[in-house]
């Protein structure tokens, strides 16, 4: 734990931003998880311990600075993962395939895993960000059914 506090102190201080609880925490729970995050779980797992206001402003500059990256899920939920270490206040560079589940409906991001085509886009077309996803069943509902 002790180990983990510290870096998330290091990654707050590469993005210029203040140690504040809320961060800490929100920080915590998504690094804890091996899927992406809604708003609505998060609330759920900090309970009491933010606000909405104070947990939705925590995820937009987060987000802001590249810190983590949002992904919609098959219901158009934003759940929310921790950022590579490439991705910073200008731009993000989470070109990773996303895995939707369609049983539990969680997202996992796929980092390192596969490749991502190279994609053409037409003559005067210039692509900023490339979002691929595979859909199907992630391990833990597969299990289920054995
Ligand atoms: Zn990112
Ligand atoms: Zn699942
Ligand atoms: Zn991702």
Do not use: W
């Amino acid at each position: 734990m002790q180990m983990m506090q510290e870096e998330f102190n290091t990654l707050l201080e590469k993005h210029h931003l203040k140690k504040t609880g809320p961060r800490l925490s929100v920080l915590s729970v998504l690094r804890s998880r091996d899927m992406a995050t809604s708003q609505p779980e998060l609330e759920e797992i900090l309970g009491k311990e933010i606000d909405r206001v104070t947990l939705y402003r925590v995820l937009s500059t987060f987000e802001e600075k590249g810190i983590i990256h949002k992904v919609l899920d098959l219901k158009g939920t934003a759940n929310y993962a921790i950022c590579s270490a490439k991705c910073n206040e200008h731009e993000h560079h989470d070109e990773h395939v996303h895995f939707n589940c369609t049983d539990c409906n969680h997202i996992y991001c796929l980092d390192g895993h596969v490749h991502l085509p190279e994609i053409s886009v037409p003559k005067g077309f210039k692509s900023t960000s490339v979002n691929l996803s595979v859909y199907g069943v992630c391990s833990k509902c597969n299990k289920k059914a054995e």
